[in-house]
């Protein structure tokens, strides 16, 4: 037995997630992974670069203080995330902004009196602007090299290396030659090389930590929305404000117009309205009554309301979508594996490049200045920045790209998957339809939608729920129903001036989707229906247009099944179970095919599970959303089409990427060997390379318009 199954099957693991500002590519992020998996009583262990966040999934005796020293061996530095909860970076952005700015004056002054050496100064004139370069460019690079040097020696103290290592071996070794030349009166010094690439190496690194941190701006507005505090309402019916970290499920909280909700929870009294939209993606304002489930983050519209709540702090939906926004930035895809394995070989492979330069110049006789300058050129040259960011900076944007319009990848190698389906299998209701009883109320007057909001309001039978939320939609005001039962399997009955009214099942008929309101010995039959959702019909066909047909397999009756089936044009199996839905899958895949699975139900997990990739609605099941790869929200279905789009587009830029890597250092590492780079160029290129991968990365925004 391996050591996680051995731990797995001791003890149920915990997952721990701790911030990583030490992590700097993707050689870190397969050191971490690599190393923490071998500590014992440690399973698994998964690393963001995009939040610089370790996910650790152990067992319970370990507590975060161990977690942390077993990071500090590797030499990553860590805390929780409680202290960091988004990855902040804003002590490290300053830090990198100030010495890109010192390294930029340095750079201008030390180019100046450059400028008159290639001029032709010689002689005293020669050496005092050596000199004076020089008194620019020792504390200079003592300063902006600072983030460099300090990562470099991190790792070193721990017997390990990362890309930090070679960059300041080679800004080292030109100043120091730069220093010789100058104190020895020799007629070539570096120093405005040495400078100029500090100054292009912080600005490709001060580039990529404002992207990381556009990236998570998405996750922190929206923890941003929900409130940060509530009025709990006391037993005795007095008020107090409590922070929305310390409010506890069953507290009973009034919000109030305008306010947004702290927690998620329950409607027990008031009607009113939500802007709802960074959940349901949807702009028109939301009914709600009471019984009604409401979420962190949404804004009251309209009248007061009494909560209680139910979910808090980290449990809250919000809280739930902005960590799995957080997790998505990164995956274990084969791209990634890919660059990992690269990232990992990058230091002791140009470390030996770069000796072998060296020996092999100084045995052509070429003489120890140019062999050296000729070693540091393929140290900088070399660096794997644009292969660490390949795959990333394509995942980060594509992500982002796709919660905007309304649908959330929960695992970024899910992205890898969705671009390989070649067919679609949907179910009915709930993912082509909206899974919710809509009521007609047209043959209803005025008084008598007030009486049956006011019974439907009171229960969380689904057709009440639906016909509630129907009245809501068209402004409906309850009327004063009172002493209001509900018996189940019968109805809801109340009294309405001195009228006996109710809310039942319908005589001489079995249809589910109908109930009769009676008010007195008056019946009026209130019909419902699961509406399709507005863009199934463009949906499909997009679906088709990326050369995935779609057909319906659903575990509803065969009847309804065929009819919607019908009117899609699309073959279909109903009254499917999940063993059956399993068994068509599985005979995909062995005529080699690889299906995308949509579904919502608690009945459609084990398939969504068991497909090459995988949806669900925001109104899936728990069980559903968490065997999906990605959810969607909101009515549209279309989010599902365009995220195989986006897929295959990702798929392509990270190729293009991947491709312009390699060609990048076929090229430059040759052209450094035979000495044709100066270290000023290798700088250049190098940090041409990192912008190139993430500009081509960047025009993923254009394949999710419309």
């Not at 992020?29 to 152990?58: C, F, M």
């Not at 100030?98 to 004139?125: E, H, K, P």
């Not at 070539?188 to 001060?206: E, I, N």
């Not at 909101?634 to 990702?650: F, H, I, N, S, Y």
Request: glycine residues 10%.
């Amino acid at each position: 037995m391996n050591a996680p199954a051995a731990i797995e099957a001791e003890h149920p693991l915990a997952t721990t997630r701790l911030t990583v500002p030490g992590m700097k590519c993707a050689g870190c992020i397969g050191k971490i992974e690599r190393e923490l998996a071998k500590v014992p009583g440690i399973a698994s262990a998964r690393a963001n670069l995009t939040a610089k966040r370790v996910a650790i999934t152990h067992d319970p005796a370990l507590d975060e203080g161990a977690l942390a020293a077993a990071l500090l061996a590797l030499g990553f530095e860590s805390q929780p995330v409680a202290d960091n909860p988004l990855g902040d970076e804003s002590k490290e952005r300053k830090r990198l902004n100030r010495a890109l700015g010192v390294a930029g004056f340095g750079m201008m002054n030390i180019m100046l009196l450059s400028v008159s050496v290639w001029s032709g100064a010689d002689g005293a004139t020669r050496g005092l602007f050596h000199w004076l370069s020089a008194l620019i460019a020792l504390p200079v690079i003592a300063y902006a090299g600072r983030p460099f040097f300090d990562s470099a020696w991190m790792a070193l103290s721990h017997k390990r290396t990362n890309m930090d290592v070679p960059i300041s071996i080679g800004v080292i070794l030109a100043t120091c030659m730069s220093l010789y030349e100058t104190v020895t009166g020799g007629e070539h010094a570096f120093f405005d090389s040495a400078v100029m690439l500090l100054f292009f190496l912080l600005a490709g690194r001060a580039l990529d930590a404002e992207m990381r941190t556009r990236t998570r701006a998405g996750i922190g507005a929206l923890l941003g929305r929900m409130g940060k505090s509530a009025s709990v309402i006391a037993p005795d019916g007095t008020t107090r404000r409590v922070a929305a970290k310390d409010l506890e499920p069953g507290m009973l909280v009034l919000v109030a117009a305008g306010e947004a909700l702290a927690a998620d929870g329950e409607v027990v009294e008031g009607v009113s309205a939500l802007d709802n939209a960074m959940l349901t993606g949807e702009s028109a304002p939301e009914p709600v009554g009471s019984g009604a489930a409401v979420h962190a983050g949404a804004i009251n519209l309209g009248s007061p309301l009494r909560v209680r709540l139910t979910h808090v702090a980290e449990d809250t939906a919000l809280a739930e979508i902005a960590r799995a926004m957080d997790e998505a930035g990164q995956s274990r895809s084969h791209y990634v594996r890919i660059a990992d394995r690269a990232s990992r070989l990058y230091a002791p492979v140009v470390h030996s490049l770069a000796a072998l330069a060296f020996a092999g110049w100084m045995i052509a006789g070429a003489g120890w200045h140019t062999s050296l300058t000729i070693a540091i050129a393929v140290l900088i040259i070399t660096c794997p920045c644009a292969m660490g960011l390949a795959v990333p900076a394509a995942q980060v944007v594509a992500s982002g790209v796709l919660m905007r319009r309304g649908l959330l990848v929960k695992d970024g190698s899910a992205l890898e998957r969705l671009a390989e389906c070649d067919v679609a299998l949907l179910d009915k209701t709930g993912t082509l339809t909206l899974g919710e009883p809509r009521a007609d109320l047209a043959g209803l007057g005025a008084e008598e939608r007030s009486i049956a909001l006011a019974l439907a309001q009171t229960s969380r039978h689904p057709l009440s729920r639906g016909l509630a939320a129907a009245a809501l939609r068209e402004g409906v005001v309850p009327a004063v129903v009172v002493d209001i039962r509900e018996q189940s399997g019968t109805g809801l009955t109340g009294r309405w001036n001195g009228l006996s009214v109710a809310l039942e099942r319908p005589e001489g008929t079995s249809d589910a989707l109908a109930t009769t309101l009676r008010i007195g010995e008056t019946r009026h039959t209130i019909a419902f229906a699961d509406p399709l959702r507005p863009d199934a019909v463009q949906a499909l066909a997009a679906l088709a247009a990326e050369g995935l047909p779609a057909s319906i397999l659903s575990g509803d009756r065969a009847a309804p099944v065929a009819a919607m089936a019908a009117r899609l044009g699309l073959p279909a199996q109903g009254e499917a179970s999940p063993q059956a839905k399993l068994a068509v899958l599985e005979a995909l895949k062995a005529q080699g095919r690889r299906p995308l699975m949509v579904g919502d139900g608690l009945n459609d997990g084990p398939a969504l599970a068991a497909a090459h990739a995988s949806i669900a609605p925001g109104t899936a099941s728990d069980a559903s959303q968490q065997a999906a790869d990605a959810v969607f929200i909101g009515e549209a279905l279309m989010p599902v089409a365009l995220a195989v789009r986006v897929a295959k587009a990702t798929m392509r830029i990270v190729r293009q990427n991947f491709g312009f890597s390699i060609v990048y250092n076929f090229l430059a590492v040759p052209l450094a060997l035979m000495g044709l780079v100066t270290p000023l160029v290798a700088a250049i290129a190098m940090s041409v390379s990192s912008l190139v991968v993430v500009a081509n990365s960047l025009r993923l925004a254009r394949s999710a318009r419309p």
